[in-house]
């Protein structure tokens, strides 16, 4: 990421003693620095920031002048904000509804509101991502980049230098989906000044944009993702960037850690005992190198660079926590803790199922971060175009509820379901990252080949959701039903086949008979393939 030193803005003692007074009762869990300001997260959830406002970049209504102590970004405050990222003057900030919020400098289209805009000093959602599940953010100087849970990448604003990874070199002002790491389940994104780093979980390093350092492993520039040349033998755990540098973190013989720099090093950035600026990766010189216990993380400033040491234990839990923990998701062990101690006679136990129900599955981005496989089988279900999306637990969850025998709550169930599809309006096409709610809503037990009054606006609106999907859209969700085992399938295209039933019988709506006729013909084809 694209930082300078936290003491940028030229702080004084006296104003340095009120940051400590300000934060001095909170407990710290993210720094993110820009050029000249600063964002502090708490534990709390509550997002603070300080320095230069001039772009609007403090996040302030009254001023664009300098803020010399920690200020509240009140807009924010109630959104549960879970992970924070700053370019030069710019900023995101990353909900557990997996909403990114975006503010500061939009002259390059980097906080995404979809057309060109001077500043912001307003956090607002970036444009198009309705229903796609960010798991982690990033931000180069003028630009941003975002990572899903399934690993794909997206990114937007300046791309002169090609650091979008797009290959045309031109700005963008929403999200534009990587289209060189797709399926490439990267797990980690890290950008520089004009070039940025991809780590996919296999542990292959991608890297794209301006090179002209060596910040590649490399003398020539990348307008797409290519493989950093070098790391073929290396077993790479973490990146990191700073403005024109890389870091690297690898695993050698006997699990022991060493840190690996190439790029621009003319304040000793690299760590290698020279100023000499390297194209090629130079193992950094650790003090105690040689013991082998210690473990790593990385940090990057503009012209610095931070290793820092830390037990090993907690370690090998940060890198192997599946990215998805801190974004808002359903999983078959939540629900079975929900409903364990379920009484319809007691009011508080009714309330929070019903509460629980309506806040996880009304929003597109929770249920399409839902019921995932462990991450470690991601790649072969990728690689053999699965959903990513474990169907047996989807069911069990929705045969517990059935077994609360509470018509009430399966309502609740399917008027959250109902204002999920509302909600859904994403303009990023045949991206697979919105598509996995389709497969859950599906199961839903509301669903039956008997229609009533409480089940036919849901069939209605999931109908009209489907097809109204871009061809390439409907063809990846229709494989992903076609390859479940036969029980899952078939109950799609029998509850289908009620509602067309229904509707010849019932209604006179020829253009919804049109639409249940062509999905379900969707279905009989896929299921011959």
């Known amino acids: 990421m694209y930082r300078k030193y936290v003491n940028s803005v030229n702080f004084s003692f006296s104003s340095l003693h009120l940051f400590i007074l300000a934060l001095e009762s909170h407990l710290i869990n993210r720094v993110s620095c820009g050029q000249f300001h600063t964002l502090v997260l708490t534990y709390d959830q509550n997002l603070y920031a300080f320095g230069r406002n001039n772009f609007g970049q403090i996040g302030s209504h009254n001023d664009l002048e300098s803020v010399t102590k920690p200020r509240?970004?009140?807009?924010?405050?109630?959104?549960?904000?879970v992970d924070i990222a700053s370019g030069a003057n710019h900023n995101l900030a990353l909900s557990d509804k997996s909403i990114v919020w975006a503010w500061g400098n939009g002259t390059y289209g980097q906080i995404g509101r979809g057309s060109k805009i001077t500043?912001?000093?307003?956090?607002?959602?970036?444009?198009?991502?309705e229903g796609v599940p960010i798991a982690n953010i990033a931000c180069?100087?003028?630009?941003?980049?975002?990572?899903?849970?399934?690993?794909?990448?997206?990114?937007?604003?300046?791309?002169?230098?090609?650091?979008?990874?797009?290959?045309?070199?031109?700005?963008?002002?929403s999200p534009m989906l990587v289209e060189g790491l797709v399926n490439k389940h990267i797990t980690k994104i890290a950008c520089g000044k004009y070039h940025c780093?991809?780590?996919?979980y296999s542990g292959v390093l991608y890297g794209w944009g301006l090179s002209n350092y060596g910040q590649l492993a490399t003398t020539d520039n990348y307008a797409t993702p290519h493989v950093i040349q070098g790391t073929?033998?290396?077993?790479?755990?973490?990146?990191?960037c700073g403005s024109n540098h890389s870091l690297v973190l690898v695993e050698e013989e006997c699990h022991r850690e060493v840190v690996y720099s190439v790029g621009y090093n003319k304040y000793g950035q690299l760590g290698i005992g020279n100023n000499t600026d390297s194209s090629k990766f130079q193992k950094v010189l650790l003090f105690n190198e040689n013991?082998?216990?210690?473990?790593?993380?990385?940090?990057?400033?503009?012209?610095?660079?931070i290793i820092r040491r830390v037990d090993p234990y907690a370690a090998v839990t940060e890198r192997n926590r599946n990215r998805v923990t801190h974004i808002n998701h359903i999983t078959l062990p939540a629900i079975e803790a929900l409903l364990h101690n379920y009484n319809s006679n007691i009011i508080s136990s009714v309330k929070a199922v019903k509460t629980y129900l309506e806040n996880s599955f009304s929003w597109p981005t929770t249920l399409n971060s839902s019921f995932l496989f462990d991450e470690s089988k991601f790649d072969e279900l990728l690689a053999n175009q699965l959903s990513l999306v474990d169907i047996v637990s989807v069911r069990k969850s929705f045969e517990l509820i059935v077994r609360l025998h509470d018509p009430v709550i399966i309502e609740v169930l399917n008027k959250a379901m109902m204002r999920c599809l509302a909600k859904y309006k994403t303009n990023l096409g045949s991206t697979t990252d919105t598509l996995r709610m389709y497969l859950i809503i599906m199961e839903n037990p509301g669903l039956t080949a008997t229609i009533t009054k409480f089940n036919l606006p849901l069939f209605e609106r999931i109908v009209n959701a489907i097809i109204?999907?871009?061809?390439?859209?409907?063809?990846?969700?229709?494989l992903w039903w076609s390859k479940f085992k036969?029980?899952?399938?078939?109950?799609?295209?029998?509850?289908?086949g009620g509602f067309l039933n229904y509707l010849i019988k019932v209604c006179e709506r020829k253009n919804l008979v049109m639409k249940v006729i062509h999905m379900h013909s969707y279905f009989l084809m896929f299921g011959t393939c």
């Open 140 to 173: 180069g100087a003028d630009f941003s980049a975002l990572l899903t849970i399934s690993g794909n990448v997206y990114t937007f604003g300046q791309g002169s230098s090609n650091q979008l990874g797009h290959g045309d070199g031109k700005e963008k002002f």
């Open 197 to 200: 780093l991809a780590l996919s």
């Open 291 to 305: 013991h082998l216990s210690n473990t790593y993380f990385l940090f990057c400033g503009d012209d610095y660079s």
């Open 486 to 496: 036969s029980e899952y399938f078939i109950r799609v295209v029998h509850v289908l």
């Open 468 to 478: 109204s999907l871009p061809e390439s859209s409907k063809k990846i969700l229709f």
């Open 72 to 81: 509240l970004i009140n807009s924010l405050t109630g959104h549960n904000i």
């Open 119 to 129: 500043s912001s000093e307003t956090p607002l959602p970036v444009a198009d991502l």
């Open 232 to 240: 073929d033998n290396m077993k790479i755990l973490d990146i990191a």
